[in-house]
């Protein structure tokens, strides 16, 4: 087992900036990929960004538009998701999650933190 516990959440005007961290613990880090998820208030759970173990690639969905950028160190254990730009749209919460593969679709993690709440404001 992995635990994942998320941090860096909080409350923010529109177009402001938020960076979002997560730190595990448990089997080496290194193994897995690595996902960020949100989930709204009556909206079900999407994707929002991912990164494989060895970090050659990445992948977002749509409505990042370049504003996320997500980072993880191996060294550390850390995963990180860069927010700028951010709209009241993105107010949600953000969810780590590790797995065997980078994917786009929450199946495909075996692993969850408890999120951490991000507040946009207009």
């Known amino acids: 087992q992995v635990q994942l516990v998320e941090s860096g959440g909080g409350l923010v005007q529109a177009g402001g900036s938020l960076r979002l961290s997560c730190a595990a613990s448990?089997?080496?880090?290194?193994?897995?990929?690595m996902g960020w998820f949100r989930q709204a208030p009556g909206k079900e759970r999407e994707f929002v960004a991912s990164i494989p173990r060895s970090a050659f690639s990445r992948d977002y969905a749509e409505f990042v538009e370049g504003r996320f950028t997500i980072s993880r160190d191996n060294v550390k254990k850390t995963v990180h998701l860069q927010m700028n730009s951010l709209k009241p749209e993105d107010t949600a919460v953000y969810y780590c999650a590790a797995g065997t593969v980078s994917a786009r679709i929450s199946r495909e993690y075996d692993y969850w933190g408890q999120g951490t709440q991000v507040t946009v404001s207009s």
């Open positions: 448990g089997r080496t880090f290194s193994s897995y990929a």
